[in-house]
């Protein structure tokens, strides 16, 4: 593979979970459009990302609850059975229209992955990172787990150790699931202390490390964790392929989580991880703010291909930053000019605290 590929799909142009849902915004229809607008996304690197046939999802999920998900979308209505069963029809997983076409077309693109980094080489898929599935339920907001897929995938095609880091604000309760016992798989996960689902408490194995940090995590904090905890613990394990979840909901503007990063250092992990194995397969996550989402991750393309991000996005660009709405949120209400001329944020710094240094110090 000469260069890096994009994984994406129309799909996510034109579903949404509904009118106040969280994933309501557009997210991956921006990184598509600001990537084609900045000259990034040419059509030989853009691969349009499969949707999944139902049996293929059973390699983890449970053959029940993959009917029910199918069901549910051809009804446009679950029973109480159902609802109790599997969490489907509920706030955070409602039902609406493309309720398995979507996350089946995510999950077909994790899946997709893997096949093409057989030999080694990039992709990213900012639709995939949907980290809180389990076989037999869905889970804040995801419905199926394609970074359980893809790693799955990975190993199918001659990754024999991965690697998974997760950098989004939660935690990824249903990968700890399929991963925590196995041995050819690390997880390393920097979350949100406290933030739900609420589990990934402060501990390590030799291949399972879960790091719960404190509001307000600044620059400088995930400068010192990614350097003193993720490459470390990666050059230990000597993985065959790395599965990034970059999630953006660690960003300051982010309106679930309580974080205070910049986009920029997301961007700093993704560099630093280039190149630490054959394989490195990124994926988006959570992001409910969709000018800080789509910023960050065109960002994460460009840093992939090693492009230099302008100090003011092209016109082309500035035009689908500002024809972006967040309709019933206050910091929709009077957007910041920079969310419409820019992709970086200024970096946020700030000192290092002391319980930073001590949680990792128990690592």
């Given at each position: 593979m000469e260069r890096p590929l994009f994984i994406g799909s129309d799909i996510y142009r034109g579903s949404s979970y509904g009118t106040w849902h969280p994933l309501r915004v557009p997210r991956v229809s921006t990184v598509i459009d600001l990537s084609r607008a900045m000259g990034w996304l040419p059509g030989d690197v853009y691969v349009p990302s499969p949707r999944v046939k139902p049996h293929a999802l059973t390699i983890w999920h449970t053959p029940e609850y993959v009917a029910a998900l199918h069901a549910a979308e051809a009804a446009q209505e679950v029973s109480d059975a159902v609802r109790a069963r599997h969490a489907l029809g509920t706030p955070n997983n409602?039902?609406?229209p493309e309720m398995y076409r979507r996350p089946a077309t995510a999950a077909g693109g994790s899946l997709l992955a893997g096949e093409l980094l057989r030999?080694?080489?990039?992709?990213?898929?900012?639709?995939?990172g949907t980290h809180h599935g389990m076989p037999d339920r869905a889970g804040g907001f995801c419905y199926l787990n394609d970074p359980v897929l893809a790693i799955l995938s990975l190993r199918r095609n001659r990754a024999a150790r991965v690697a998974y880091i997760d950098i989004d604000a939660h935690h990824p309760d249903g990968v700890e699931v399929a991963f925590a016992t196995d041995p050819d798989v690390l997880m390393i996960s920097v979350h949100e202390d406290g933030l739900w689902p609420r589990t990934g408490a402060l501990g390590a194995t030799?291949?399972?490390?879960?790091?719960?940090?404190?509001?307000?995590?600044?620059?400088?904090?995930?400068?010192?964790i990614r350097?003193?905890?993720?490459?470390?613990?990666?050059?230990?394990?000597r993985p065959d392929a790395i599965v990034?979840?970059?999630?953006?909901?660690?960003?300051?503007?982010?309106?679930?989580?309580?974080?205070?990063?910049?986009?920029?250092?997301?961007?700093h992990i993704a560099r630093a991880?280039?190149?630490?194995?054959?394989r490195l397969l990124v994926l988006g996550g959570g992001g409910y703010?969709?000018?800080?989402?789509?910023?960050?991750?065109?960002?994460?393309w460009a840093t992939l291909n090693s492009h230099t991000i302008p100090d003011r996005v092209t016109p082309e660009a500035e035009a689908v930053l500002r024809a972006l709405r967040f309709?019933?949120?206050?910091?929709?209400?009077n957007p910041p000019d920079h969310w419409f001329t820019t992709l970086a944020d200024t970096a946020r710094t700030g000192p290092i605290r002391d319980d930073i240094r001590s949680r990792l110090s128990q690592l």
């Open positions: 409602p039902v609406f030999d080694g080489g990039i992709v990213y898929h900012p639709a995939g030799d291949t399972l490390i879960n790091l719960p940090v404190p509001r307000g995590l600044n620059d400088d904090e995930m400068a010192l350097d003193d905890l993720i490459l470390p613990r990666l050059a230990a394990f990034l979840q970059c999630g953006a909901d660690g960003v300051e503007e982010d309106p679930q989580a309580h974080l205070s990063l910049s986009n920029q250092a997301h961007w991880l280039t190149g630490m194995a054959p703010n969709p000018w800080s989402v789509g910023r960050l991750w065109t960002g994460i309709d019933g949120n206050r910091r929709g209400k």
